[in-house]
């Protein structure tokens, strides 16, 4: 069983960053896929970014291209989501997700192809 913590988020203004940290217990982390998802009021749970399991390999979604980034250190058992340039369109509860299948070649972008699920940090961004 993989447990995730998140942690990291807050109220921000436009412009701003912020760094959200996944914490994940279990020593199948370093050969799982890990990703970010948010989910806003009345909206559907969207995908942000994933990370392969060996950080070879990242996928955005296209609302955070090239303003957030997704990493992962393995000593520490954490994948981390580094978000740049924030707009006030990007609030939502970040959600951590891990990949119960390892060494998966292909990085999933869909909620449905992730096991293991934080409880979530909301993201407030300011205008």
């Known amino acids: 069983q993989v447990q995730l913590v998140e942690s990291g988020g807050g109220l921000v203004q436009a412009g701003g960053s912020l760094r959200l940290s996944c914490a994940a217990s279990?020593?199948?982390?370093?050969?799982?896929?890990m990703a970010w998802f948010r989910q806003a009021p009345g909206k559907e749970r969207e995908f942000v970014a994933a990370?392969?399991?060996?950080?070879?390999?990242?996928s955005y979604g296209d609302s955070v291209k090239g303003r957030f980034t997704i990493s992962r250190d393995n000593a520490k058992n954490t994948v981390y989501l580094q978000m740049n340039s924030l707009k006030p369109e990007d609030t939502a509860v970040y959600y951590c997700?891990?990949?119960?299948?390892?060494?998966?070649?292909?990085?999933?972008?869909?909620?449905?192809?992730?096991?293991?699920w934080g409880q979530g940090t909301q993201v407030t961004v300011s205008s």
């Open positions: 990370i392969k399991w060996s950080g070879g390999a990242t």
């Open positions: 997700a891990g990949d119960g299948v390892r060494y998966r070649i292909v990085l999933a972008t869909t909620a449905s192809g992730y096991d293991y």
């Open positions: 279990g020593r199948a982390f370093s050969s799982s896929a």
